[in-house]
């Protein structure tokens, strides 16, 4: 009968330590899932305007250039750089 006690208090103690870790890798791993979550994924937006290539852009110039020959100039559009006009998505 001591024998017996003596085995299973010994059980005991191992299936405490073993849930102990057991419990310590489930809360280091959920920390790590919880920090992957958080972090934001880029979705891709429309964009505003698209560039078109327009050498020796103004910004006056790229609204004419974004109108067309029959349309007004567009006012929202912008040069990008020296040779890029940027018109508006409509």
């Known amino acids: 009968m001591v024998m017996l006690k003596k085995n299973t208090?010994?059980?005991c103690c191992f299936?405490?330590?073993l849930m102990v870790v057991m419990?310590?890798?489930?809360?280091?791993?959920?920390c790590d899932a919880r920090k992957?979550?958080?972090?934001?994924?880029?979705f891709p937006l429309p964009a505003s305007c698209y560039s078109k290539y327009f050498p020796n852009c103004s910004d006056?110039?790229?609204?004419k250039f974004c109108g067309g020959d029959d349309m007004p100039?567009?006012?929202?559009?912008?040069?990008?750089?020296d040779?890029?006009?940027c018109c508006p998505v409509i």
Do not use: G, I, W, Y
């Not at 419990?23 to 959920?30: D, E, F, P």
């Open 15 to 17: 299936m405490a330590a």
């Open 36 to 42: 992957q979550m958080v972090e934001p994924h880029a």
């Open 73 to 81: 100039p567009v006012p929202a559009a912008f040069c990008n750089d």
């Open 23 to 30: 419990a310590a890798t489930l809360l280091v791993s959920s």
């Open 83 to 85: 040779n890029n006009c």
């Open 60 to 63: 006056e110039r790229c609204k």
């Open 9 to 11: 208090s010994s059980l």
